[in-house]
């Protein structure tokens, strides 16, 4: 098959997943209301402000009657921020190693005083002519797409620079303040991350104290959202499809993201778009060439650098730790506690992923070999932790409440534990679980189970209803096991891969024998049969993969393991 019949193939594919998965309700923009009371109330306060000017800049002969401010001072026209998107952009502070473990945002930039917002009035009118050119689009945009990316970015700039200037004059506490990542544009665009994809515009994050100044380069562990511009407004299906495309990039090199945002820009239609595990979420268009579409995009902008960071998509109980070289990570270990307390945590540390969330939708499976061992000092370029462990990390399918799913890992590798602790004649090998249990964060104050109910706080009950019902509800899990395995292609010969598969054959059939659990089929009272569609899709046995109502036996599991 030819390349350009592949790229079809392809193509046709993402369309298709598109469709299948893509909702719109517009309520998918109030995720990003921050949790915090003090900064909620801040970013209504910034959003009628910079609205306000905004609207002075681009329709500066135009009477405003809006004399309100929204509760902050008005400032003279020589304290409105620079916008400039072309002046001396500040390099990329990382060290260049793109490795996965090394997959933390190193866009901080020199942190300081507050930004003194003079301003140069002929860069003023360059910039706010390109954006008022962006903003008077009513049809397809009529120059070529990349012409649309620097008004874009200016006026991301613009808003970003007055909400750095109005939260350092606020009265939040510092405490507050710190909670808060200001978002801003990637310079060079249209470059190719991982040498095989291009994008069109990228935002990245920096401390609310750093001076707001886009890098020139960001790699894809680096980037907060991805636009996807398009000169024509009837060209959203293909904006979407590929903003599809490369956000599955985004999860493969997070380890840390739980879901990821990103933005299609068509002609002056602007939409946010949320993928989560089960579903890709758009909001209606944000029309900039009207009062209220502008409003909502700045609103929007402002939202994302107050919110906290876990609104963003990241997991704060993964955290990449910059002085050592490694990542610490949070393993709970409370399944059966549905209280709001944070319950037993244990922390572990690695540098390694052996597997990779590289798919957009599912359970986005992450392992990762680690240690209990905190290391003393910085590991040394391209140096691995010595694991002890392995960590499996998953949004897999759940009940609401954790005491009522039936269908449960970590209760399932408990049971197999208590079995085999004092009763293993047979010397069985199976999987050790440590700890394990329902990943939790605190967020506003109070600690939050990670789950699709928490993704999707704020939206609508309708939209609510539609991705956290009975088939599509997942719970953010994390198992912790030992001993560590060797993968299959490490055997040597064809005597010793029979031997291996033996022994794993043997464990399948003493865990249902002494356990009563059938692989990926957990049952009670030995019945040992279910009818819903459960495992991996690539190795199921055709009885899990058709749903069908025949008794489940070992068989299934050797049928399983020769796919």
């Not at 009522?404 to 050790?432: A, C, Q, S």
């Amino acid at each position: 098959m030819s390349c350009e019949a592949l790229a079809e193939e392809r193509r046709a594919k993402i369309l298709r997943l598109y469709s299948e998965r893509h909702i719109v309700d517009d309520s998918i923009r109030d995720i990003t209301r921050p949790a915090n009371a003090a900064l909620r109330h801040l970013a209504v306060k910034i959003t009628d402000w910079v609205a306000k000017k905004m609207e002075q800049l681009l329709n500066p002969k135009s009477p405003n009657k809006d004399k309100t401010d929204g509760g902050i001072a008005t400032r003279t026209r020589s304290r409105i921020a620079n916008t400039s998107t072309s002046g001396a952009a500040t390099k990329l502070a990382a060290s260049g190693d793109t490795s996965l473990a090394q997959g933390v945002s190193n866009l901080t930039i020199s942190p300081g005083k507050p930004t003194q917002l003079g301003i140069d009035d002929a860069q003023l009118a360059t910039d706010f002519g390109k954006i008022k050119r962006w903003t008077q689009t009513k049809d397809d945009y009529d120059r070529s797409e990349k012409d649309m990316y620097d008004p874009i970015r200016s006026f991301i700039t613009y808003v970003v620079r007055h909400v750095k200037d109005r939260l350092s004059l606020s009265s939040v506490s510092e405490e507050v303040r710190g909670e808060c990542h200001l978002i801003h544009p990637v310079e060079i665009t249209d470059y190719k991350p991982d040498d095989s994809t291009r994008i069109d515009i990228g935002l990245a994050n920096t401390k609310y104290n750093a001076a707001i100044e886009m890098c020139f380069r960001a790699s894809y562990y680096q980037l907060r959202a991805i636009f996807e511009v398009k000169k024509c407004k009837d060209d959203v299906d293909e904006a979407f499809a590929q903003l599809h495309e490369y956000t599955r990039q985004m999860f493969a090199e997070q380890h840390n993201l739980r879901f990821a945002l990103g933005f299609t820009v068509c002609a002056g239609d602007v939409r946010l778009c949320h993928f989560g595990p089960s579903k890709a979420v758009s909001s209606e268009p944000m029309d900039v060439g009207t009062r209220e579409g502008r409003r909502a995009f700045i609103e929007l902008l402002i939202n994302m650098s107050l919110c906290d960071s876990s609104q963003l998509g990241r997991d704060p109980t993964m955290r990449y730790l910059s002085e050592l070289r490694c990542w610490q990570i949070d393993c709970p270990d409370d399944d059966d506690d549905d209280d709001g307390r944070s319950g037993k945590v244990a922390q572990y540390y690695f540098t390694n992923a052996i597997c990779i969330a590289d798919r957009l939708f599912g359970r986005h499976t992450r392992c990762f070999l680690a240690t209990e061992s905190r290391p003393t000092k910085q590991l040394e370029e391209g140096q691995s932790l010595e694991a002890t462990v392995v960590i499996k990390d998953a949004f897999a399918f759940a009940k609401p409440i954790a005491s009522e799913d039936d269908r449960d890992e970590v209760k399932t590798l408990k049971k197999i534990r208590e079995t085999f602790h004092d009763n293993n004649p047979d010397d069985i090998l199976y999987p050790k679980i440590v700890v394990g249990g329902r990943v939790k964060f605190k967020r506003g104050g109070q600690f939050v189970k990670d789950n699709t109910s928490t993704i999707y706080e704020g939206v609508s009950k309708e939209l609510l209803a539609i991705v956290s019902s009975d088939s599509l509800f997942r719970a953010h899990r994390r198992i912790v096991m030992e001993s560590i395995g060797e993968p299959l292609r490490t055997v040597k010969t064809a005597k010793e891969f029979v031997a291996v598969i033996c022994d794993a054959m043997q464990c399948h059939y003493a865990i249902l024998d002494k356990c009563k659990i059938l692989h990926r089929d957990i049952s009670k009272d030995k019945k040992d049969v279910r009818g819903e569609m459960t495992g991996t899709f690539p190795f199921m046995s055709l009885n899990n993969l058709t749903c069908s109502n025949v008794k489940r036996t070992s068989l299934d599991d050797w049928e399983s393991v020769v796919y």
